[in-house]
């Protein structure tokens, strides 16, 4: 069975500084990686996707996140963050044949002034 | 117009009733999903329908029965609730049923039993 990992519940970070959530991943078959990003009281919303090709990937809101297969891992990275990405972000992966995402436990950027 | 709606948005009960809560998208799409977020905010699958059809059923107690009228909704009914079920439930849609295909979230029904 795949699993997800997130290794940081919480990452603060101050405005305009870079950052970067780290999400490893398992599973014995191909997968497909995904990050989303939940705002305070509000669904998830899709912020960028890996299903093949080159891996770096780039998302909504100047996010991007690279896929290595060596490491198991798909970290989310922005070069400079704002007050408005105060969020839950969640890693998500889901596996060849099956539409359903696994998720990880979430990791929450808090950005101060 | 909202993609994915869901109603209502909070549902606050007692322990023992029975509950629904109705999702409805506008996207066109196939597949609809329904996910619980416990109380630290881990996701998890429950159900996934396919063109009115179950297709996945993740060992969710049978207390739990969804049901999809047609491919634009799908309602999920509550039987007997308890503490436990305590959570918010998130409704999904995505065009079909490929792994890679987004998946587009409602925003989410805080459920509190007391």
């Known amino acids: 069975a795949q699993s997800v990992t997130q290794l940081d519940s919480q990452v603060p970070v101050f405005e305009e500084a870079p950052v970067e959530l780290r999400c490893n991943y398992s599973?014995?078959?191909?997968?497909?990686l995904f990050w989303y990003v939940q705002y305070p009281n509000q669904g998830l919303q899709l912020l960028l996707k890996?299903?093949?090709?080159?891996?770096l990937v780039k998302g909504i809101n100047g996010f991007e996140a690279e896929f290595n297969k060596s490491q198991t891992s798909f970290h989310l990275r922005k070069p400079s963050v704002h007050i408005s990405d105060t969020a839950e972000y969640f890693c998500?992966?889901?596996?060849?044949?099956?539409?359903?995402?696994?998720f990880g436990k979430g990791t929450m950027l808090l950005v101060s002034p | 117009d909202t993609a994915v709606s869901q109603t209502p948005k909070y549902l606050v009960t007692q322990m023992g009733n029975d509950k629904s809560i109705k999702c409805e998208q506008n996207?066109?799409?196939?597949?609809m999903y329904w996910y619980k977020q416990d109380s630290k905010k881990f996701l998890k699958i429950m159900f996934s329908?396919?063109?009115?059809?179950?297709?996945i059923n993740e060992t969710v107690p049978n207390r739990f029965s969804p049901k999809s009228p047609d491919k634009a909704h799908l309602n999920l009914h509550i039987n007997s609730l308890e503490l436990g079920d305590s959570a918010v439930y998130f409704c999904?849609?995505?065009?079909?049923?490929?792994?890679?295909?987004?998946?587009?979230f409602g925003p989410g029904t805080r459920l509190t039993v007391l």
């Open positions: 599973s014995s078959v191909s997968v497909y």
């Open positions: 996207l066109g799409h196939d597949t």
């Open positions: 999904a849609s995505s065009q079909g049923t490929s792994p890679g295909d987004t998946q587009y």
């Open positions: 998500a992966v889901s596996l060849s044949g099956y539409s359903t995402l696994t």
């Open positions: 890996y299903l093949s090709g080159s891996t």
């Open positions: 329908y396919n063109n009115k059809e179950l297709i």
